[in-house]
């Protein structure tokens, strides 16, 4: 309220009674700031000082150590200041720490340019948890792969239950099939099944030689966003929300096929909406985004993933939990061999110069399952039921035979001896 605004009442003759009633507050202190004596401006009110607080005496210390190590935390600081005889609360610290760390040490604000690549040239892939699903095999872990072209964000989205390396790349042949083409380039996170390992800062991130053959094959460039920088993949990151809000939720779900089929049916609803950023119909802007896309290769690439397993005794090999069964006339003590697993099937074969094909079974879907082909185990059983048949046909010893038995080859020829040599020996020494 300024008072101020009313000098022109007090100068017309209106009572101080009136001003107040006018301004709202006492008729004294209308007089006090409106009178002939009253100052021109008003006078400055004084803040009271702050008192002084328990972790003032500590300052320059939590200082030096935010100095030293600005990643700190104010938990540390606490508990390293309590064995110097800090009498405050860890609250009083954790403020004082807030307001320390602004002043020595800002936190820069990283800025960026918003970015716009041309039709056919960028695509975002990332990965998306959905949770455990009931299905008629027992409960599976789905995951979903989603792939975005960057000029249009038109969207391809299928479920799985692996995130190998097998399943990874077979996305990408069912997502370059759904846009009828292959983008120039591929934004990836920093995945195993894309990096080979991880590196600092600045260094040459090296690939995977799956994904290397992968991406040569279908005749893109693979790009890896640097870590703790979602702006690179942002339209595949918001894009993994919006299937899982408009798709999943709400909705129960017995099959990864039954999700894909939901997925299929909501896209042209996507497609038909105005994108917020770039202002067209993504349906009609992903017409342009996948006409300069490159063409698919004729003969699409086969990702198989290798792995090398140790045959057991009861002819069957582990892998993913699961057990498949190999031939056994052809197995050999300790016999290793080698695991080809492709999306639908695993193959066995053996080691050496010459491998040979000794199995082929589908997939287990589910961990802990048997792959087993009967014929691998003919004949193995026959030797079984003739080691037990002859079990049964040879004669049982009685007790007493048995522990005569044991007697005889319990005897050791013993010498005896005279005590009075121990004696005599003993005497000597």
């Known amino acids: 309220m300024d008072l101020r605004a009313y000098k022109p009442l007090v100068a017309a003759g209106a009572c101080w009674a009136e001003v107040a009633r006018e301004a709202g507050c006492d008729w004294r202190t209308a007089k006090k700031y409106l009178g002939s004596d009253a100052q021109a401006i008003p006078p400055r009110v004084e803040g009271r000082p702050r008192p002084k607080r328990l972790v003032d005496d500590w300052a320059e210390t939590i200082d030096s150590w935010l100095e030293h190590e600005p990643l700190l935390k104010a938990s540390v600081i606490y508990e390293r200041l309590v064995p110097l005889g800090f009498p405050g609360t860890y609250q009083r610290v954790k403020l004082y720490v807030r307001e320390a760390k602004e002043r020595i040490c800002p936190v820069k604000v990283e800025l960026h340019r918003r970015f716009e690549v041309l039709p056919g040239a960028q695509a975002q892939v990332d990965w998306g948890d959905e949770g455990v699903i009931e299905t008629e095999h027992g409960p599976v872990h789905v995951y979903s792969f989603h792939m975005t072209l960057s000029h249009s964000r038109d969207p391809f989205c299928c479920f799985v239950t692996s995130q190998d390396l097998v399943a990874f790349w077979e996305c990408h042949r069912r997502a370059f099939a759904h846009f009828g083409g292959v983008p120039a ?208 046909v040879r004669p049982v010893e009685s007790d007493a035979e048995l522990m005569a038995s044991r007697s005889r080859k319990a005897q050791v020829a013993v010498a005896r001896r005279d005590l009075a040599t121990y004696d005599r020996v003993g005497a000597v020494a």
């Open 185 to 392: 380039t591929v934004v990836y996170d920093r995945t195993k099944t894309v990096v080979k390992r991880h590196v600092g800062r600045g260094e040459a991130v090296p690939l995977h030689p799956e994904a290397i053959a992968f991406a040569a094959h279908y005749g893109f460039s693979i790009i890896v966003a640097p870590p703790r920088r979602p702006q690179w993949k942002g339209r595949v990151e918001r894009q993994v929300l919006i299937v899982r809000e408009h798709v999943l939720v709400g909705r129960i779900f017995s099959s990864v096929t039954e999700m894909d089929g939901a997925f299929l049916d909501w896209v042209p609803r996507r497609r038909a909406q105005v994108h917020r950023t770039h202002g067209e119909v993504i349906g009609v802007r992903a017409e342009v985004d996948r006409a300069a896309l490159g063409p698919l290769p004729v003969v699409a690439y086969l990702v198989t993933e290798r792995h090398l397993r140790t045959v057991g005794k009861d002819c069957l090999v582990s892998f993913e939990a699961s057990l498949y069964s190999v031939p056994w006339r052809r197995v050999r003590r300790r016999m290793r061999v080698e695991v080809r697993v492709a999306p639908g099937e695993v193959a066995l074969w053996s080691l050496g110069a010459e491998p040979e094909l000794l199995a082929v079974h589908p997939r287990a879907r589910q961990k802990g399952s048997w792959v087993v082909d009967e014929v691998h185990w003919e004949g193995l059983a026959a030797l079984h039921d003739a080691a037990d048949a002859a079990a049964l």
